[in-house]
């Protein structure tokens, strides 16, 4: 069973928000509100879906829905991992930056999930909050991709757009993995019910296996 906890600092009160259920507490994970337009609410789906296969498959204790968090607000400190998404522009003010690099200094971790549109602005505001940091793609033997479900050749190609390949990207600060980058992958996607992409069960479960090793990886490694 995989303990849904996290080194988080004194910033963090991680059980706040969450609620118990015959004897467990359920932690609760959300997706990232952002403005500049772009569609944060993409995949709706996806997270109680892959909330139900990792609790299923790695034994997390979550909360079955997704939360709603914006960038700056204090309640992103209640979440050990929060999950991004979209197709299109992204902003972050200062006061979302400083809130930003402060939960992820203090113990938090983004997973950015490019759904084809993203990438151009993503890494624009990523700079903002950590302007000393480069996104650098994880080797293949990164212990994200080596949890409960191996994947020898990094991230599994959910969709094909620009016939690149699938990547995984990191921002590294002090050692510690705080965002992970998934590119031209379109996991989240994955995720979502079967009826709306209409992909084959053996593409979802690569999916979802892969995002159960995300899971897995935020709640137990501090590397």
């Not at 969709?159 to 965002?179: C, M, N, T, W």
């Not at 379109?186 to 069960?201: A, F, K, S, T």
Request: glycine share 8%; hydrophobic share 40%; charged share 20%.
């Amino acid at each position: 069973m995989v303990t849904t906890h996290v080194r988080f600092s004194l910033y963090f009160v991680i059980f706040v928000g969450s609620f118990s259920a015959y004897g467990q507490t359920l932690t609760r994970i959300a997706k990232l509100k952002y403005n500049g337009g772009g569609d944060w609410y993409a995949n709706k789906t996806a997270l109680p879906n892959l909330i139900k296969f990792a609790s299923a498959e790695i034994g997390t204790n979550l909360h079955p829905e997704e939360d709603i968090v914006e960038v700056g607000s204090r309640d992103l400190f209640l979440y050990p991992y929060i999950y991004m998404t979209g197709h299109g522009n992204v902003v972050f003010s200062e006061s979302e930056v400083a809130n930003l690099r402060k939960y992820l200094i203090g113990g938090g971790f983004l997973h950015i999930d490019d759904n084809y549109g993203l990438d151009k602005f993503i890494r624009l505001e990523l700079k903002k909050v950590f302007p000393e940091l480069e996104l650098t793609e994880l080797p293949f033997d990164h212990p994200v991709y080596h949890q409960k479900f191996d994947f020898p050749n990094g991230l599994p190609k959910i969709h094909e757009h620009d016939s690149k390949p699938a990547q995984g990207f990191g921002l590294i600060y002090e050692g510690r993995l705080v965002v992970f980058y998934s590119f031209e992958c379109d996991l989240g996607n994955g995720w979502e019910d079967q009826r709306i992409h209409n992909d084959p069960e053996a593409k979802r479960l690569e999916a979802l296996r892969m995002g159960a090793n995300i899971l897995s990886y935020c709640f137990t490694s501090s590397l």
